[in-house]
């Protein structure tokens, strides 16, 4: 079955940085838009970045847009994202998703696959 898994959140201060990783099989990687969203209590998941491995193609939501970096690693069939300048609202559990094919999908309806989840705490 498909396996994301989702590390390297944690408490980071306003201002600073962090990186995230989603690990995941060759097949999915490759054939797949990876995306990042991310959740608080009661609300709905908000599109943070997507990729496509295969051309690199990436989009970002306009509240990260300038601060947050999607990449991959190939070698590792890793997706990462690298989270500057974090505010407050960028609070949030932060979940890598997988939809089968490319292009460009920011609506978490249309992802078939996700991880557990890993927990980002900014603090002012």
């Known amino acids: 079955q498909v396996q994301l898994v989702e590390s390297g959140g944690g408490l980071v201060q306003a201002g600073g940085s962090l990186r995230v990783s989603c690990a995941t099989s060759?097949?999915?990687?490759?054939?797949?838009?990876m995306g990042w969203f991310r959740q608080t209590p009661g609300k709905e998941p908000e599109f943070v970045a997507t990729?496509?491995?295969?051309?690199?193609?990436?989009y970002y939501g306009d509240s990260v847009l300038g601060r947050f970096t999607i990449s991959t690693d190939a070698t590792k069939n890793t997706v990462y994202l690298q989270m500057n300048s974090l505010k407050l609202k960028d609070t949030a559990v932060y979940y890598c998703?997988?939809?089968?094919?490319?292009?460009?999908?920011?609506?978490?309806?249309?992802?078939?696959?996700w991880g557990q989840g890993t927990q980002v705490t900014v603090f002012s």
């Open positions: 998703a997988a939809r089968s094919g490319g292009g460009y999908y920011a609506n978490h309806h249309q992802y078939d696959y």
């Open positions: 060759g097949r999915i990687f490759w054939s797949s838009t």
């Open positions: 990729i496509t491995p295969t051309d690199g193609t990436t």
